[in-house]
């Protein structure tokens, strides 16, 4: 149960921080900036997405010390899990901005809105609706790869899982009941995004027909 926690912590901070990187990424490219800032962002997200998550918590626990740039196995999870799903996230908030009406940028700006006025009070509640789903998602894929940064030492719970085989050497009874356990994460997750989901349509379906 510990563990279980300890895997809620870290895959929770982890995708707040991959949102806040992902949003800012996301909106940025949906609008025009300056290209050289557009490629940098592409060449970030092409890494990222391109290279095993694995890999890059290697790189960055074990990798980065060798030019003096050391954490603990705890911070390296959070950055390595963090930087890799912003990358996805920065595409899901830009497909979500790119789908809204570009009448709803002029309407905005008749209306004397400055850029983060608008932002806020227009463009993402009608994106909060388009990627709400892949968000939370996103949120349940970050919770189960959180288990890859056992490999850091760090005892979550697939670690757990990993230091009770040794000491019983149950394999069943031991990956079923980590089975058990993320399928309760992930299910739970889905539910809520599921009510989440309801309760937006309602709204909308509300104010529709006033």
């Known amino acids: 149960m510990e563990a279980s926690w300890l895997t809620v912590y870290l895959s929770f901070i982890s995708f707040v921080l991959a949102l806040c990187i992902g949003i800012v990424m996301g909106t940025a490219r949906s609008y025009k900036i ?11 997200i092409e890494i990222f997405r391109g290279t095993p998550l694995l890999i890059q918590l290697f790189f960055i626990y074990y990798g980065l010390p060798q030019i003096h740039i050391t954490m603990s196995s705890h911070e390296a999870a959070i950055l390595g899990l963090s930087l890799n799903y912003a990358a996805y ?6 497909s979500g901005m790119e789908s809204i009406d570009k009448g709803q940028h002029e309407a905005a700006k008749s209306l004397g809105m400055n850029t983060l006025t608008a932002l806020i009070h227009i463009l993402y509640p009608q994106a909060l609706r388009l990627v709400l789903v892949p968000l939370t998602n996103s949120y349940a894929a970050i919770l189960k790869d959180s288990s890859l940064v056992s490999v ?11 230091l009770i085989y040794v000491r019983t050497y149950e394999p069943f009874e031991i990956y079923l009941t980590l089975g058990v356990f993320y399928f309760i994460m992930t299910y739970t997750i889905a539910f809520v995004s599921k009510h989440l989901e309801r309760r937006m349509q309602y709204k909308i379906n509300g104010n529709t027909k006033n």
């Open 89 to 94: 996230i920065s595409e899901i908030v830009r």
């Open 34 to 44: 300056p290209w050289i800032l557009d490629k940098i962002f592409v060449v970030y």
């Open 152 to 162: 850091l030492s760090i005892t979550e719970l697939t670690r757990a899982g990993q």
